[in-house]
């Protein structure tokens, strides 16, 4: 991603749960309204129309847009269970173009802390404020090129955020652009302001799917590298957890997409996502890394 240009493949992201809505009922379980705002005002208007259903049914299209809805609506039931519990700060690093502070009421209580590049946030301000929305969220602008991660924390505390309180920190979509350091550097930064109760939704590519691509894999490495944001970091599944463990998280789940496509969706449905190396992974900080700011 270029410093002056915001990211696109957040904006492919934001477009396909948007694109959700013309999925059949028993598919949408992750609707974004907003969503195809951040591609273009006029695709959202087409989307208005009754005859705009077809499009979600064009091979290759259909599979990115019911996955899209599995992933957002798995990190979602995880969000909600933390809240459930009593949990009141959602950090979202690397936000891109997530709506969750607008389109999930249960987080009315809690605090929405989003982290990105200055040019991507600044479009997703500028798209929401065209459309006379205005998100809750408070917006941390962060340019991980230039910052070190380890300032992070204070950041957000100048934002507002507690971190001798619980939080929920979503990584969505990210570690598979990321270098190995990049991941190390970033896991301890969350660490930082994860208190005692803390939990982590991080999506990631198996190693496998980086080491022995499929065609589909293959032709989206080309277009994502095209974008300047090509693929370059997975873990295998066994590594995982003693990874988290070396930087303050116990694994809790890691759950393949494959598998949940089963259990939310009809077969039929769920037969559009068949990877098992497109993972999300659920965490909890161990206490042993609580850091106090008195």
Known sequence: MRDDTPSRTALWVAAARGLGMLLPPEARIAEDRYGTLFASPTLAKLLERP????????????SWIVYMQVRTR??????RAFVADGGDQL???GAGYDTRALRMPELAGTAVFEIDHPATQAHKRTVLGRAGVDSPAHY???DFESRPLDELAEELVAAGHDPTRPTFTIWEGVTMYLTEGAIDA????IADW???GSRLAMTYFAKSRMERPSLVTRAAQVVVSRLGEPFKFGWQPEELPGYLADRGFTLAQDIAMRDAASELLPASLAASVQSADRRIALAIAQESIAVAHC
């Open 140 to 142: 941390v602008t962060w």
């Open 186 to 189: 970033s896991l301890r930064a």
């Open 51 to 62: 005859g705009a259903r077809p499009l979600a049914q064009i091979p290759g299209l259909k």
């Open 194 to 196: 994860s208190a005692p």
């Open 91 to 93: 950090v979202v690093l």
């Open 74 to 79: 798995v990190i979602d039931d995880a969000v």
